[in-house]
């Protein structure tokens, strides 16, 4: 696999470290301990903090800032301009980093531009949270959320498409098991 390219504006911290083939564009900052997968792709601008961990495969948009307490599994997928925060009551004149509340996002997870994701809440895997929303509780695995706080609208299958209340996704044929309060994938289409 090739060597991970990292634009002459972009700086990264010894003691980051970049996999294999990941691109890190114009004046994106990854910082010392963080640790990014093989295949990434981060956009222009992207602040990536202390000891961040990043899966395989992710696509960060322009203008995103992972801050210290979020971590991003394989897949995942962050619009332009999404926000992670990591202090539920932050002061400008008082230290919390003892406070800084974990934030999961699981595999193959897409985040909406401009979305806001409240510290100490997991995203489950392949939920979609829409544009502009703001996550202020746990998303379900598969969930589809939007609005102002975030509520679940719908499922969605790991392609991506909404899923019918059939459970079969009209895209490429997957089964779920689908009820009001969770959905699980149950065999790939045909």
């Not at 992710?58 to 992972?66: D, L, R």
């Not at 999961?104 to 979305?115: D, I, L, P, Q, S």
Request: charged letters at 20%; a neutral charge; proline letters at 5%.
């Amino acid at each position: 696999m090739r060597e991970p390219f990292i634009h002459k504006t972009a700086v990264v911290d010894d003691g980051a470290h970049i996999g294999a083939g990941t691109r890190i564009w114009h004046f994106t900052h990854v910082s010392s301990g963080a640790t990014i997968g093989a295949r990434c792709v981060l956009g222009q601008n992207v602040f990536v903090g202390p000891s961040v961990q990043i899966g395989e495969r992710v696509k960060i948009q322009n203008n995103v800032s992972v801050y210290e307490g979020v971590t991003i599994a394989d897949d995942v997928f962050l619009g332009p301009s999404c926000v992670f925060t990591n202090v539920l009551t932050p002061r400008a004149h008082v230290a919390r980093k003892e406070e800084f509340a974990p934030t999961h996002v699981g595999r193959g997870v897409t985040v909406g531009a401009n979305a806001t994701i409240v510290c100490g809440h997991a995203l489950g895997e392949y939920a979609l949270v829409g544009a502009g929303s703001v996550v202020t509780k746990e998303v379900p695995p598969h969930a589809v959320v939007v609005g102002n706080p975030a509520r679940r609208v719908g499922w969605a299958c790991r392609c991506g498409e909404v899923l019918p209340e059939t459970g079969v996704c009209a895209r490429c044929g997957d089964e779920y098991a689908v009820s009001t309060e969770q959905c699980r994938w149950v065999r790939a289409g045909e």
